[in-house]
T-cell receptor, first 112, second 114 residues
């Protein structure tokens, strides 16, 4: 079982819609959760992080965490063509030591 | 603040040759990471440094890969000899602490082994 799993996509949504990206993780000891965006040919850039169960909002982005279900998601409201990218979920099992473990990413396509 | 600097940006070598990548982290960032990202996959950790000490190198293929971080600042990742399957983007990242708030990636080095 992979430590961090994501659907590879592509996930296609029309402009202005809500895009929902999902991620599951295997280790119940995981402490913190990150979403990175990666444009083609570019390096990953941090969008959001979340530590506690529930929702965390930042502009058009909302991260949702459910530790009991080992599930984290990213919602993008009012999707724009510029949001088209691969979204990487990353998990930190032990914030004191372990580096981030990344999923393989979900490719998002926002259709104009 | 200046970002994470990496060089070279691209490198093409023949199999069995050697290659080295360089990384300069954000000033003051104690933790430095090297990740390997194969096309279509997520980044995979190769090695993590805290200052100039190794924290985690469990996924580093030590028979061919080596890395060092002299004086707790710049770092070099070396591959010798390279194999075809080493073709990937090598990403360097740094963080102020051990990654509690995520970290910043450099632009990466795209390696092609032919």
């Amino acid at each position: 079982q992979k430590e961090v799993e994501q659907n590879s996509g592509p996930l296609s949504v029309p402009e202005g819609a809500i895009a929902s990206l999902n991620c599951t993780y295997s280790d119940r000891g995981s402490q913190s959760f990150f979403w990175y965006r990666q444009y083609s040919g570019k390096s990953p850039e941090l969008i959001m992080f979340i530590y506690s169960n529930g929702d965390k909002e930042d502009g058009r982005f909302t991260a949702q965490l459910n530790k009991a279900s080992q599930y984290v998601s990213l919602l993008i409201r009012d999707s724009q063509p510029s949001d088209s990218a691969t979204y990487l979920c990353a998990v930190n099992i032990d914030t004191g030591r372990r580096a981030l473990t990344f999923g393989s990413g979900t490719r998002l396509q926002v259709q104009p | 603040e200046a970002g994470v600097a990496q060089s070279p940006r691209y490198k093409i070598i023949e199999k069995r040759q050697s290659v080295a990548f360089w990384c300069n982290p954000i000033s003051g960032h104690a933790t430095l990471y090297w990740y390997q990202q194969i096309l279509g996959q997520g980044p995979k950790l190769l090695i993590q440094f805290q200052n100039n000490g190794v924290v985690d190198d469990s996924q580093l293929p030590k028979d061919r890969f080596s890395a060092e971080r002299l004086k707790g600042v710049d770092s070099t990742l070396k591959i010798q000899p390279a194999k075809l399957e080493d073709s990937a983007v090598y990403l360097c990242a740094s963080s102020l602490d051990q990654g509690s708030y995520g970290y910043t990636f450099g632009s990466g080095t795209r390696l092609t082994v032919v």
